[in-house]
């Protein structure tokens, strides 16, 4: 199990740093869709955004302070989902159905990384462990 959970850490590690990529690379579209959608300040909240990937995408993939990447995945996921994907707002089929199918996705990501959190630490094959950085006890063991 522990080859399992570190394969699951790279890849879902992976898909959070290209996305964090993908907000830093492409700031100017990412904010003129968040000031569509009423969002103020956009650049500063994309920005935000790539912040709070980067961190959550190292945290989970290398093991170290995972609370914290979880954390950072909820902080970007729960609003995004709710501004950019409110499907239930949305006029036109086709967006809606898109929107559909994002939040969606977004909300089966947002129950995925919540289970980063029950996991006991350190984490196999995780830095924390690596060094040996004391872990208090999780309240869900």
Known sequence: ????????RVLVGIYWLYNAFKHFTNIGPL??????????????????????????GLSLLLGLFPRIGVLAIILF?????????????????????????QFGKNFALLGSTLMFAAIPRPWPYSLERRLRLPVRASALT
């Open 77 to 101: 996921l729960l609003p995004v989902t709710l501004i950019m994907h409110a499907f239930w707002a949305d006029h036109d089929a086709a967006r809606r159905s898109m929107n559909v199918i």
């Open 31 to 56: 904010a003129r869709a968040a000031g569509a959608h009423g969002v103020p300040a956009p650049e500063l909240f994309v920005v935000f955004g790539g912040v709070l990937l980067l961190v959550g």
């Open 1 to 8: 199990m522990a080859q399992a959970l570190l394969v699951g």
